[in-house]
Nanobody, 125 residues
Framework: QVQLVESGGGLVQPGGSLRLSCAASGRTFRNYAVGWFRQGPGKEREFVAA????????KYTDFVKGRFFISINNAKDTVYLQMNSLKPEDTALYYC??????????????????WGQGTQVTVSS
């Protein structure tokens, strides 16, 4: 069993930055893919970014490419999502998720077995 805890959300002005963290406990991330998803007000949950621990390949959805960056801290068993140039439309509850999945399914929420509780990101002036 893997427990995931997100942190780092908050209120930020447009153009600002935040770094979200996803810490694992109970079992290491090291055989898993870790993804970030988000759900904005009145919207469905959507894929944001993912990384595979073993090979470190990454994938981003088009609307965050060049602005968001996913990375791993091995020593802390933690995955980060660095979010830059934030826009009001990035406002959402952000979730991290972990699962043993093939790369072709990496954008699908159903491919992940474990989910955190979410951290709120609000982009507003």
């Amino acid at each position: 069993q893997v427990q995931l805890v997100e942190s780092g959300g908050g209120l930020v002005q447009p153009g600002g930055s935040l770094r979200l963290s996803c810490a694992a406990s109970g079992r290491t991330f090291r055989n898993y893919a870790v993804g970030w998803f988000r759900q904005g007000p009145g919207k469905e949950r959507e894929f944001v970014a993912a990384i595979r621990w073993s090979v470190r390949d990454t994938k981003y959805t088009d609307f965050v490419k060049g602005r968001f960056f996913i990375s791993i801290n091995n020593a802390k068993d933690t995955v980060y999502l660095q979010m830059n140039s934030l826009k009001p439309e990035d406002t959402a509850l952000y979730y991290c998720a972990a699962g043993i999945t093939i790369w072709g399914d990496i954008e699908s929420a159903s491919a992940y077995s474990y989910w955190g509780q979410g951290t709120q990101v609000t982009v507003s002036s």
